[in-house]
Protein backbone atom coordinates (compact mmCIF):
# COMPACT_ATOMS: atom_id res chain seq x y z
CA UNK A 1 0.00 0.00 0.00
CA UNK A 2 1.81 3.52 -0.83
CA UNK A 3 0.72 6.92 0.57
CA UNK A 4 -1.22 7.01 -2.80
CA UNK A 5 -3.89 4.32 -1.65
CA UNK A 6 -4.43 6.45 1.77
CA UNK A 7 -5.09 9.94 -0.24
CA UNK A 8 -8.45 11.27 1.55
CA UNK A 9 -9.34 15.10 0.06
CA UNK A 10 -11.58 16.11 2.67
CA UNK A 11 -9.39 15.22 4.86
CA UNK A 12 -6.22 16.68 3.73
CA UNK A 13 -8.92 20.02 3.06
CA UNK A 14 -9.74 20.31 6.83
CA UNK A 15 -6.13 19.54 7.68
CA UNK A 16 -4.45 22.31 5.16
CA UNK A 17 -7.50 24.50 6.98
CA UNK A 18 -6.20 23.83 9.92
CA UNK A 19 -2.60 24.69 9.87
CA UNK A 20 -1.59 21.49 8.13
CA UNK A 21 -2.29 20.07 11.59
CA UNK A 22 0.42 21.32 13.54
CA UNK A 23 -0.70 21.73 17.30
CA UNK A 24 3.29 22.07 18.90
CA UNK A 25 5.87 24.63 18.78
CA UNK A 26 8.72 22.77 17.09
CA UNK A 27 11.30 24.41 18.52
CA UNK A 28 10.22 24.25 22.35
CA UNK A 29 7.60 21.35 22.31
CA UNK A 30 4.45 23.73 24.22
CA UNK A 31 1.28 23.62 22.46
CA UNK A 32 0.36 26.01 19.71
CA UNK A 33 -2.90 28.54 20.09
CA UNK A 34 -4.63 30.65 17.47
CA UNK A 35 -3.79 34.31 17.79
CA UNK A 36 -4.72 37.33 15.11
CA UNK A 37 -1.43 38.99 14.36
CA UNK A 38 -0.53 41.32 11.25
CA UNK A 39 -4.36 40.57 10.24
CA UNK A 40 -4.42 36.93 9.61
CA UNK A 41 -4.64 33.82 12.04
CA UNK A 42 -1.36 32.64 13.24
CA UNK A 43 -0.29 29.73 15.70
CA UNK A 44 1.81 31.56 18.47
CA UNK A 45 3.72 29.21 20.95
CA UNK A 46 2.25 29.09 24.62
CA UNK A 47 5.60 28.89 26.32
CA UNK A 48 6.82 32.85 27.41
CA UNK A 49 10.12 31.92 27.12
CA UNK A 50 9.67 30.97 23.52
CA UNK A 51 8.74 33.25 20.44
CA UNK A 52 7.87 30.52 17.80
CA UNK A 53 5.04 31.91 15.71
CA UNK A 54 3.78 29.92 12.83
CA UNK A 55 3.46 31.12 9.19
CA UNK A 56 1.56 28.96 6.52
CA UNK A 57 2.82 29.67 3.61
CA UNK A 58 2.38 28.31 0.49
CA UNK A 59 4.37 25.36 -1.31
CA UNK A 60 6.03 26.86 -4.61
CA UNK A 61 6.24 24.52 -7.68
CA UNK A 62 6.76 25.31 -11.44
CA UNK A 63 6.64 23.96 -15.03
CA UNK A 64 6.26 24.88 -18.15
CA UNK A 65 4.13 25.75 -21.32
CA UNK A 66 5.57 23.54 -24.59
CA UNK A 67 3.79 23.97 -27.82
CA UNK A 68 4.30 22.30 -30.89
CA UNK A 69 2.47 23.35 -34.21
CA UNK A 70 -0.04 25.95 -31.67
CA UNK A 71 -0.77 22.99 -30.17
CA UNK A 72 -0.05 22.63 -26.17
CA UNK A 73 1.38 19.79 -24.19
CA UNK A 74 -0.52 18.60 -21.49
CA UNK A 75 -0.34 15.31 -19.26
CA UNK A 76 -2.98 13.04 -17.54
CA UNK A 77 -2.58 13.05 -13.68
CA UNK A 78 -1.50 9.11 -12.58
CA UNK A 79 -1.39 10.37 -8.73
CA UNK A 80 -4.51 12.24 -6.44
CA UNK A 81 -5.49 14.64 -6.52
CA UNK A 82 -7.57 14.73 -9.58
CA UNK A 83 -6.37 11.14 -11.02
CA UNK A 84 -7.06 11.32 -14.75
CA UNK A 85 -7.19 15.16 -15.02
CA UNK A 86 -5.28 17.10 -17.30
CA UNK A 87 -2.49 19.46 -16.43
CA UNK A 88 0.39 21.49 -17.45
CA UNK A 89 3.58 19.81 -16.80
CA UNK A 90 4.48 20.97 -13.56
CA UNK A 91 5.76 19.84 -9.69
CA UNK A 92 6.59 21.18 -6.32
CA UNK A 93 10.26 22.63 -5.91
CA UNK A 94 12.48 20.51 -4.26
CA UNK A 95 14.80 22.35 -0.96
CA UNK A 96 17.70 23.34 -3.12
CA UNK A 97 16.10 23.50 -6.80
CA UNK A 98 15.95 27.39 -8.71
CA UNK A 99 12.42 27.17 -10.40
CA UNK A 100 13.68 26.96 -13.77
CA UNK A 101 15.59 23.85 -12.83
CA UNK A 102 12.23 22.14 -11.16
CA UNK A 103 10.37 23.25 -14.74
CA UNK A 104 12.98 20.94 -16.57
CA UNK A 105 13.24 18.51 -13.94
CA UNK A 106 9.25 18.20 -14.06
CA UNK A 107 8.78 17.92 -17.31
CA UNK A 108 11.38 15.44 -17.88
CA UNK A 109 10.31 13.29 -15.05
CA UNK A 110 6.70 13.41 -16.61
CA UNK A 111 7.18 13.68 -20.38
CA UNK A 112 10.15 11.74 -21.12
CA UNK A 113 11.36 14.98 -23.34
CA UNK A 114 14.22 17.76 -22.49
CA UNK A 115 13.59 21.44 -22.44
CA UNK A 116 14.99 25.02 -23.03
CA UNK A 117 13.87 27.54 -20.93
CA UNK A 118 12.60 30.64 -23.26
CA UNK A 119 11.25 32.96 -20.55
CA UNK A 120 9.02 33.47 -17.80
CA UNK A 121 5.01 33.12 -19.02
CA UNK A 122 3.29 33.99 -15.74
CA UNK A 123 3.23 33.06 -11.89
CA UNK A 124 -0.12 31.92 -10.29
CA UNK A 125 -1.63 30.94 -7.10
CA UNK A 126 -3.24 27.84 -6.27
CA UNK A 127 -5.74 26.82 -3.34
CA UNK A 128 -8.07 24.07 -4.94
CA UNK A 129 -5.15 21.06 -4.26
CA UNK A 130 -6.22 19.35 -0.96
CA UNK A 131 -2.59 19.00 0.28
CA UNK A 132 -1.24 22.72 0.38
CA UNK A 133 -2.10 26.65 -1.55
CA UNK A 134 0.77 26.84 -3.66
CA UNK A 135 2.71 29.16 -6.15
CA UNK A 136 2.67 27.94 -9.67
CA UNK A 137 5.78 29.80 -11.49
CA UNK A 138 4.99 28.41 -15.02
CA UNK A 139 7.83 29.48 -18.21
CA UNK A 140 7.69 29.18 -21.77
CA UNK A 141 9.86 26.11 -23.83
CA UNK A 142 10.97 24.58 -26.30
CA UNK A 143 11.40 20.90 -26.52
CA UNK A 144 15.18 20.25 -27.14
CA UNK A 145 15.23 16.05 -27.31
CA UNK A 146 14.10 13.23 -25.65
CA UNK A 147 11.13 11.36 -26.39
CA UNK A 148 7.56 12.39 -25.65
CA UNK A 149 6.07 9.53 -23.10
CA UNK A 150 3.76 9.58 -20.50
CA UNK A 151 6.57 9.13 -17.61
CA UNK A 152 6.80 9.26 -13.61
CA UNK A 153 3.58 10.97 -12.57
CA UNK A 154 1.70 10.46 -15.58
CA UNK A 155 -1.21 8.10 -17.45
CA UNK A 156 -0.87 9.69 -20.97
CA UNK A 157 0.66 13.05 -22.29
CA UNK A 158 0.30 14.76 -25.83
CA UNK A 159 -0.43 18.00 -27.53
CA UNK A 160 -3.59 19.56 -27.70
CA UNK A 161 -5.44 22.05 -29.72
CA UNK A 162 -6.22 24.90 -27.77
CA UNK A 163 -9.98 24.92 -28.74
CA UNK A 164 -10.06 21.35 -28.33
CA UNK A 165 -8.71 20.39 -24.99
CA UNK A 166 -9.40 16.87 -23.20
CA UNK A 167 -11.26 15.76 -20.13
CA UNK A 168 -11.34 18.30 -17.38
CA UNK A 169 -8.05 20.76 -16.13
CA UNK A 170 -6.77 19.69 -12.44
CA UNK A 171 -6.25 22.81 -11.28
CA UNK A 172 -7.36 26.52 -11.27
CA UNK A 173 -3.71 27.62 -11.59
CA UNK A 174 -3.68 25.13 -14.52
CA UNK A 175 -7.00 26.76 -16.02
CA UNK A 176 -6.16 30.09 -15.77
CA UNK A 177 -2.28 29.70 -17.52
CA UNK A 178 -4.19 28.19 -20.36
CA UNK A 179 -6.47 30.45 -21.17
CA UNK A 180 -3.78 33.60 -20.82
CA UNK A 181 -1.79 31.33 -22.59
CA UNK A 182 -4.83 31.48 -25.42
CA UNK A 183 -5.41 34.90 -25.49
CA UNK A 184 -1.51 35.89 -25.65
CA UNK A 185 -1.89 34.04 -29.30
CA UNK A 186 -4.95 35.28 -29.82
CA UNK A 187 -3.41 39.14 -29.77
Not at 34 to 54: A, K, P, S, V, W
Not at 94 to 105: C, G, K, L, N
Not at 149 to 167: E, I, R
Request: charged share 25%; aromatic share 10%; glycine share 6%.
Amino acid sequence: MTGHDKFNSDELYLRKNNFCGFKYCPLCGAILNQQEIDNHRRLICTNENCDFIYYQNPIPAAGAIITKENKILLVKRAHPPRIGYWCVPAGFMEWDEHPSDTAVREVKEETGIDIKIKSLFQIYTGKDDPRSNSVLILYLADKIGGELCAADDALDVGYFDLGNLPGEIAFEAHIRAIEEFKKQLDS
